[in-house]
Each structure stands twice: as structure tokens, then as C-alpha cells.
């Protein structure tokens, strides 16, 4: 058994990357589940699994400190019904398949941290959400809803069991930053519609921060929104990126055009479009120590 021991399911992508380099420096021994294991430089074990059923990995959970689940289906793809089901599924199988090898072992980990989404929300307009609001009713609300119900379903007694609903996850080498970056150098960093819908955004040194408070606080359950202490609105959003990169005013890309472009790049324009002010309200109440809680300097750091 090993209580320094961190399994990450799903880990690959940038946000497993720098939890699992932040744990590692940590002393901690840090497992990656993954459906393409590789063989790495240093210390990190990547293991094979499918996100569905139980294999050698399950071994890795037994006496382990905790189990993180971040697996799941990207949703910057066109939203068909094939799509949404496949989506849908990657997030309530693996946390089925956690909850399946959790009971069968003598020593679960002490706490599971799920992923889940500020999607829950839906489209919210300017009202604020805490995380005692209400679901939305859009199609990635009803994802958000299936894949939380199946995580409160999980019988772990034993078990801590925390969510943290993600926003919009600035970082430096992976989610939709990079790309607003090529765009904006490129004098095409305007607002999206109307811009007055809200993003709900959190710079990813702050996310790895509130996965390991939630880790090693044994007194915290529950939801957790995690978001930065103030959402901007789009057309902010753009304003300060456009003066971080010294760039001028760019035209509105209107949401006909938007629409548009994600048909042709087989994205979704409702990511774009939708509006969530998310507010972060558990973690001020234990006084969580930002970084990056403005969204002037997130940026600047992001975009040295």
C-alpha cells in the first residue's frame, strides 16, 4: 500500500499533465490511467485503461491517498446526438468503473476528486451561480447532470468524495487559450456576438492548487466551483487579451459568423456563445489563496 500515492484516471490531457507533475514534485507517487500509455522520463507510471472496465489498475487505487477522475470525451466537437451520447457515456462509465473497483477493495483511497463542468448551469445570462444553484437545461447541462448523478450514486463509505465543477481553464499549452492567442497576434481577437455573455475562467496553476487543498483537507466535500473570484464578460475577455498581446480593437465576430465556423471546423458554437458568471463561493469561504484570482494578470503570465 502506499498513502503518498496519487491515481489520476484520465490524465493525459493538460490539465493531468501539470496535476501530475504538481504531485510528483510533491513527493508524491503519481499513477496516470490512460487509453495510450507510454513510457516516460521521469518518475510517472502511465497504466492502460479504457475508461469502462476493471484491469490492472485497479491494484493502484488499493491504499492509494486518493483517486482523481478527469476522463471524459472532448466536447469541442460538433454536438450531434452521436457525439453528445459518446460524450455522455466517457464521463458516466469511468466514474461507474472507479465506483465498481472502489468496492472491491480492503483500503480505497481516502478521497475521490471528480471532474464535472460549470456547464451544470446552462446558459445563465448575467445571474450569478453558486454551487447550490440550480441545473440548467441545455443539452450540456443534461451531460453535467448524468455525469454528477452517477458520481453521488457511487456507494464508497469509506470514501471522501469531492466534484469540482471546472470553468474555463487558462493555460499555456492546452485548452482553448492558445488558440484565442493565434487569433488575437493575428488582429482577429474581437469579441464573439454580442459579448456580454459571461466567462467563467480559472488560470490552471490555481486549478492544480484546488485539486490538492481538496486532496488533502479532510474536512471538504461536496461541489466546489472552480473558477476564478471574478468572471469577465467576453468582450473584457478579449479587451485584455488584446492589450496583453498589444494588439488594437478587432471587429465583433457576429454569431451568424460564428455559428458558421464551428459547422465548418466540426466544433460547437454554444461554447462560445453561452454565458455562466460562476461564482467560487466554497473556496472563499476556506479562504483559498489565488494566484491569479484577476484576469489582467493570469493573462500576463500566460502570455509572457
Request: include cysteine; proline fraction near 6%; glycine fraction near 8%.
Amino acid at each position: 500500500m502506499s498513502q503518498k500515492r496519487i491515481v489520476i484516471a484520465g490524465g493525459s490531457g493538460f490539465i493531468g499533465r501539470a496535476l501530475a507533475l504538481e504531485f510528483s514534485s510533491q513527493g508524491f507517487e503519481v499513477v496516470i490511467l490512460t487509453r495510450s500509455p507510454g513510457k516516460r522520463a521521469d518518475d510517472i507510471l502511465e497504466m492502460a485503461w479504457d475508461g469502462k472496465n476493471a484491469g490492472a489498475w485497479v491494484q493502484m487505487l488499493d491504499g492509494a491517498a486518493a483517486v482523481i477522475n478527469l476522463t471524459g470525451k472532448n466536447i469541442n466537437c460538433a454536438h450531434t446526438p452521436e457525439n453528445i451520447r459518446a460524450i455522455t457515456a466517457s464521463r458516466v462509465d469511468s466514474v461507474n468503473a472507479i465506483a465498481a473497483a472502489l468496492a472491491r477493495l480492503e483500503s480505497p483511497p481516502r478521497v475521490w476528486v471528480q471532474a464535472g463542468a460549470t456547464g451544470y448551469y446552462g446558459d445563465t445570462g448575467a445571474v450569478p451561480c453558486v454551487e447550490n444553484s440550480p441545473a440548467g437545461h441545455n443539452g450540456l447541462a443534461e451531460i453535467c447532470c448524468r455525469w454528477e448523478d452517477s458520481f453521488a450514486a457511487a456507494v464508497v463509505p469509506s470514501v471522501r468524495k469531492v466534484t469540482l465543477r471546472i470553468g474555463f481553464v487558462l493555460g499555456p499549452d492546452g485548452g482553448a487559450l492558445p488558440v484565442l492567442i493565434r487569433l488575437t497576434r493575428c488582429f482577429l481577437g474581437g469579441s464573439v456576438g454580442h459579448g456580454r455573455q459571461y466567462i467563467s475562467w480559472v488560470h490552471l496553476a490555481d486549478l492544480v492548487q484546488m485539486f490538492a487543498t481538496l486532496v488533502k483537507r479532510d474536512n471538504l466535500n461536496g461541489i466546489f466551483n472552480a473558477v476564478a473570484p471574478e468572471p469577465v464578460t467576453n468582450a473584457e475577455f478579449m479587451h485584455e487579451l488584446r492589450r496583453v498581446l498589444h494588439r488594437p480593437w478587432s471587429p465583433p465576430a457576429p454569431e451568424f459568423a460564428v455559428r458558421l465556423g464551428a459547422q465548418l471546423m466540426g466544433s460547437e458554437a454554444s461554447l462560445a456563445l453561452v454565458s455562466q458568471r460562476c461564482l467560487p463561493e466554497k473556496f472563499l469561504e476556506i479562504e483559498f489563496p489565488y494566484r491569479f484570482p484577476h484576469l489582467r494578470t493570469a493573462l500576463e503570465n500566460l502570455c509572457r
